[in-house]
């Protein structure tokens, strides 16, 4: 819902970054649709690169043969928060890259210094390039990938919380294994060389743990627009 205030206001780049299951992606697409933003999910873009790997035989347990075709797969991300979009070499993938298969390969594929870079550089075109700002959300965001950001915003929540809301979204996941995984997760996001899932010094915390998801856009909301009204 763009109105003119929006059209009119300051270009401004948000980075949310926060580990899985803090309501990054349903912030930041609420966010950046209430304030007639661009929405980027650079965790779909990972997962988008893990799944070309995946679909083209590549070794993921072999950094190297995976630096070497980094450059290969064109990924296309569409940035409406409404209606977000991924493709890779033309193919939809945005409902392949969600399954098992990639979600058990995407830290490893991540971690590559190859993938990293060469995502890092379509991010950083788009958010260039989004005309009216733009709400980016990942796990890097504010300290690699857009460290100039206008604002930044690390969502935390326990362990115990997130587990509950992912199982909710895989509809009967056992939410013990699904927090034994996120742990894991975070453990390899967390303690990779490359642009490891870190809070910026500047970014503002926000604890969803206790909060519904339309406290938590509330707020990032009001941050975003005392930044604007700042500008």
């Keep these: 819902m763009e109105n003119g205030a929006a059209r009119t206001a300051p270009a401004v780049i948000v980075a949310i970054d926060g580990p899985s299951g803090t309501g990054k992606s349903s912030t930041s697409k609420a966010v950046a649709t209430h304030l007639g933003l661009s929405y980027l999910d650079t965790g779909a873009q990972y997962r988008a690169i893990t799944w070309w790997m995946v679909n083209n035989n590549i070794d993921i347990t072999d950094p190297s043969a995976i630096a070497a075709v980094a450059g290969k797969p064109e990924i296309v991300s569409g940035t409406d928060p409404s209606a977000p979009t991924i ?16 979600t058990s390969r995407v830290s490893a594929v991540s971690a590559v210094p190859e ?26 965001i504010g300290t690699t990938v857009l460290p100039d950001a206008d604002l930044k915003v690390f969502l935390t929540a326990s362990a115990e919380a997130r587990a509950a809301r992912r199982s909710g979204e895989l509809k009967g996941a056992d939410v013990h294994a699904t927090r034994a ?9 967390s303690s990779r060389k490359t642009s490891p899932l870190a809070k910026a010094d500047d970014a503002v915390e926000v604890d969803t743990t206790d909060l519904t998801l339309q406290q938590v856009i509330e707020c990032v909301v009001t ?9």
């Design 115 to 140: 993938v990293r870079a060469r995502i890092t550089e379509l991010q950083r075109s788009l958010a260039a390039s989004a005309r009216t700002g733009i709400v980016v959300e990942g796990r890097d």
């Design 87 to 102: 493709t890779v070499d033309g193919v939809d993938v945005s409902v392949p890259i969600r399954g098992q298969e990639v």
């Design 181 to 189: 995984a996120l742990i894991q997760r975070d453990a390899a996001d």
């Design 223 to 231: 941050l975003v627009e005392e930044k604007r009204a700042a500008k």
